[in-house]
């Protein structure tokens, strides 16, 4: 049984992530996706924020929950690393659409910090984790196939058979939501001894704050922004790429299975604190559109 609810997990998270990039190539165009990017100011805040700021939040708290917790492992501190130092989620669209932010800046935002983690983390992670060797080129790849090529087709798609995107366009954004309750209510069925397990370790309260805290790095970042664009900036910032850190831990530690269970109680949790904050903004965002 285990097995089976396995292959339903990673098969809805694939159908999630393709279907979700589709869904957005689909809706945009190439110069609405590159325009938010061409505000320098918000380009570097955005790349200080998730590579240097977070990365920097969660060492301080693997240093602090390692001291004050006796549970919290070895394991458990690279876990943190792994997802501090992967940014660009392909969840990320997908809060922009629930928080009504500014959907075309997300995807741009997603692209460029994911191209930037491929370069990011075979340079890092060796450093914060002596021992530690990244393979680049399966990070990229795996990214490219899943969420590049998507975006790719549908925004082609989109430029040259404008019918039939707005046709397609629903029927993968439904697909993707499908598959999101799905993949969230398996993983919470399977985990939930893993889950409980963590308590009194600290990486539950870890996570949070490490989420929470890399929101607001990111909110406060985007000053001077539009509150749509400001958004999706905190909201970018606080979600890390699971996938790059599930092919990292993959390819790096598979014979210390508590890291991969590590990625996947935070995994929990990531979505447990962004959706929450992904919704409260969109219903603040619209209750203030309702009252101009």
């Known amino acids: 049984m285990t097995e089976i609810l396995t292959v339903v997990v990673q098969l809805s998270a694939l159908v999630f992530v393709v279907g979700s990039m589709m869904a957005m190539g689909l809706s945009l165009t190439i110069p609405q996706i590159t325009k938010p990017l061409k ?49 660009g989620a392909p969840f990320l669209p997908k809060l922009a659409q629930m928080a009504r932010g500014n959907v075309a800046y997300s995807v741009g935002l997603m692209t460029l910090l994911m191209v930037v983690s491929v370069f990011f983390l075979p340079i890092v992670l060796p450093l914060l984790l002596p021992g530690v060797q990244v393979d680049a080129a399966a ?42 309750l799905l993949m969230m209510g398996v993983l919470l069925l399977m985990n ?44 970018g910032t606080g979600q890390r790429n699971l996938s790059a850190a599930f092919v990292v831990a993959a390819g790096n530690f598979s014979d210390r299975p508590d890291v991969i269970i590590s990625l996947v109680v935070l995994a929990i949790v ?7 904050l992904g919704g409260e903004i969109g219903k603040r965002a619209a209750a203030k559109t309702q009252n101009s």
């Open 39 to 87: 505000n320098g100011k918000l380009l570097v805040m955005a790349l200080v924020a998730n590579f240097i700021l977070v990365p920097l939040l969660a060492y301080v708290l693997t240093l602090v929950f390692g001291n004050l917790f006796g549970g919290f492992t070895e394991d458990n501190t690279i876990a943190f690393l792994l997802l501090a130092t992967a940014a």
């Open 139 to 180: 990070i990229a790849r795996s990214l490219v196939i899943t969420m590049l090529i998507p975006l790719a087709i549908g925004l082609f798609i989109r430029a040259r058979y404008e019918e039939s995107a707005d046709h397609l366009q629903p029927i993968f954004g439904q697909a993707s939501n499908t598959a999101l």
């Open 192 to 235: 939930v001894k893993t889950i409980l397990g963590t308590v009194g370790t600290g990486v539950l309260l870890a996570g949070v704050i490490f989420y929470l805290g890399s929101f607001i790095i990111g909110f406060l970042l985007g000053f001077g922004a539009d509150e749509g664009t400001k958004s999706v900036l905190a909201l």
């Open 270 to 276: 990531d979505l447990v604190v962004m959706l929450p």
